[in-house]
């Protein structure tokens, strides 16, 4: 029996209330997939050579549409199953989609600028998102500075590429992959540690 | 007894103890939990596990129902109403014996 202190009491509660917001590598190849479909621009190659992109992606996409029942149930297998006492993440996408909202129409009527209003808002947004969501604090602080640092930084050129919307999603892929990882190893430090039940 | 003392004999053995704490800690965040994930949680060993939800359910702390997952049988906990008063009403008389001799408070 581990002993648990309140802080460890705390963990519990959290990963129990977030279970499944917390199995990160369930959404993993999906992300990946994303972000790099929306940074890699196809017209930037043949004709030939955007068939084949395509041909990938789609491939890509299936594949990680596949893995995610697979992935779910090495979940269940591993640490079991939780039910949500309530529809759990719903404000959370509300949230998400406010802000994405918030950001296409500053995008639509902002003007090209030396820096990015768009990174600063989503920055903003995932640093709240960080205060609410303690124990994955880290990469949402991470990802929060570097996006308002990034978009801050004055650009050369016409439009910064933080303001450009798929460059801006496929960081925001990436970002949600590095949570991804640092939410399953949350998981596994807080339900990893007895290996009894294999 | 002085006041205190009254009130930390007055705590809920049945949910006082390590080990139930932390399963309660779990099912409270939660509508049920598999026994597989309560046994992860906890660090417990399968018949402990056992041993403490027999308990926690003759206190009618808990629920434990079986349920068909094709071939496998999963086991199901929940708190019951009465039990989660009960965990909720512990955690209230901890919060407010805490100021009084929690960590944090100066020996005198």
Known sequence: MQSHSMPDLERVRFVTAHYEMLQGLVVLPLLTVLGV????????????????????????????????????????????????????????????????????VLHKFTPALPFSPEAVAVGAGVLMAGRRLRPLAPPFLLTGVALIVGGLLPFQGVGHPLSDLSILLGVCCGAAVLLGVWSHLLLRRVLGGNESGE | MSEPFQELANLDKLVHEPARLAITAALESCGEADFLYLQRVTGLSPGNLSSHLTKLENGGIVQVRKELAGKRTETWIQLTAKGREAVMEHWRLLERLRPRGGPGRPSR
């Open chain 1, 37 to 104: 479909l929306f940074v890699v621009d196809p017209r930037s190659g043949s004709q030939g050579d955007a068939v084949i992109w395509w041909g990938m992606a789609t491939a890509g996409l299936m594949a990680a549409l596949a893995a995610i029942p697979v992935l779910s149930g090495y979940y269940r297998r591993r640490y079991g199953a939780v039910r949500a006492q309530r529809e759990q993440g719903r404000s959370a996408l509300v949230t998400t989609g406010v802000v994405f909202a918030a950001v296409a």
